[in-house]
T-cell receptor
Framework: AQSVSQHNHHVILSEAASLELGCNYSYGGTVNLFWYVQYPGQHLQLLLKYFSGDPLVKGIKGFEAEFIKSKFSFNLRKPSVQWSDTAEYFC??????????????FGTGTKLQVIP | NAGVTQTPKFRVLKTGQSMTLLCAQDMNHEYMYWYRQDPGMGLRLIHY???????AKGEVPDGYNVSRLKKQNFLLGLESAAPSQTSVYFCASSYRDTAQNTGELFFGEGSRLTVL
């Protein structure tokens, strides 16, 4: 079965620090990869996504992620975090399934707390 | 530009009571999903639907029923609520999986349910 691992459950950073959140998945075939963000009290929103092409993907608010196929990883990065980045971040993997539903598997999430 | 709308946003139930959560989307998406979010467990799929009149079980379907009588609506029912069903429930929708549409989910704002 497909699984997604997020190794950091809770990360605390000071403003301007660099961020890297790890994400590894288990499925060996073609996958689509996503990072979603959930700000306190809000719904999940798409941060960035990878389907094909350049493995370095840029998203909103200065976030980026790199797909490394050989490592089954899709780590999220940001050079300098802000207090407003305090949120929970979810990595997700979709196995393209023509004619079927979107089989999206989510990681358990990483809570990021940015201290002013 | 409503997107995905869930009602109610908050509800407190007593054990054994029944209730229905309503999800409505105005994006003409074929697929709809109900997830539950619990601390440290990420999002888990309860039920999903690939089109009007069709539903299927996800990872954690026990204790829940769903219906999709109209394309834009997806209802989640609890026939006899249990304390283990205390959670935040998220509805999501997406396009059919094609070369152009690759699995991005659009989420509602969530419904917080407490079962006493």
């Amino acid at each position: 079965a497909q699984s997604v691992s997020q190794h950091n459950h809770h990360v605390i950073l000071s403003e301007a620090a660099s961020l890297e959140l790890g994400c590894n998945y288990s499925y060996g075939g073609t996958v689509n990869l996503f990072w979603y963000v959930q700000y306190p009290g809000q719904h999940l929103q798409l941060l960035l996504k990878y389907f094909s092409g350049d493995p370095l993907v840029k998203g909103i608010k200065g976030f980026e992620a790199e797909f490394i196929k050989s490592k089954f990883s899709f780590n999220l990065r940001k050079p300098s975090v802000q207090w407003s980045d305090t949120a929970e971040y979810f990595c997700a993997v979709n196995h393209p399934n023509s004619g079927g539903y979107q089989k999206v598997t989510f990681g358990t999430g990483t809570k990021l707390q940015v201290i002013p | 530009n409503a997107g995905v709308t869930q009602t109610p946003k908050f509800r407190v139930l007593k054990t054994g009571q029944s209730m229905t959560l309503l999800c409505a989307q105005d994006m003409n998406h074929e697929y709809m999903y109900w997830y539950r979010q619990d601390p440290g467990m990420g999002l888990r799929l309860i039920h999903y639907s690939v089109g009007e009149g069709t539903t299927a079980k996800g990872e954690v379907p026990d204790g829940y029923n769903v219906s999709r009588l109209k394309k834009q609506n997806f209802l989640l029912g609890l026939e006899s609520a249990a304390p283990s069903q205390t959670s935040v429930y998220f509805c999501a929708s997406s396009y059919r999986d094609t070369a152009q549409n690759t699995g991005e989910l659009f989420f509602g704002e969530g419904s917080r349910l407490t079962v006493l």
